[in-house]
């Protein structure tokens, strides 16, 4: 599977940001789908994962409540929306996909798109 993400830019603290992950290539409902971030001189960083169908998500503490992953199947597309934004949450951030089984909250992934940057000013 192919990933874009799209839809980083700037923002004022306390803003609100969705950024898009579009795939093509096999069917999108075949992946659970994630969302990671890289802060300059920072490891990369997980931030959320959601299901095949979107039912389930799960997220990192530190977006947990503020951050909302979901998908639109059809469109072969996932979301993630970024609200209470902090200047903290500046990065690139990468979206992922996986297929087969895994722990839900597993940090492993099979394929990655390139990123996109997210500048939170204060």
């Known amino acids: 599977v192919q990933l874009q993400a799209s839809g980083g830019g700037l923002v004022p603290a306390g803003g609100s940001l969705r950024l898009s992950c579009a795939a093509s290539g096999r069917s999108f409902r075949a992946y659970e789908m994630g969302w990671f971030r890289q802060a300059p001189g920072k490891e990369r960083e997980f931030v959320g994962v959601i299901s095949r169908l979107g039912g389930s998500t799960y997220y990192a503490d530190s977006v947990k409540g503020r951050f909302t992953i979901s998908r639109d199947n059809a469109k072969n597309t996932a979301y993630l929306q970024m609200n209470s934004l902090k200047p903290e949450d500046t990065a690139v951030y990468y979206c992922?996909?996986?297929?087969?089984?895994?722990?839900?909250?597993?940090?492993?992934?099979?394929?990655w798109g390139q990123g996109t940057q997210v500048t939170v000013s204060s």
């Open positions: 992922a996909a996986r297929e087969g089984v895994r722990v839900f909250n597993s940090r492993e992934f099979d394929s």
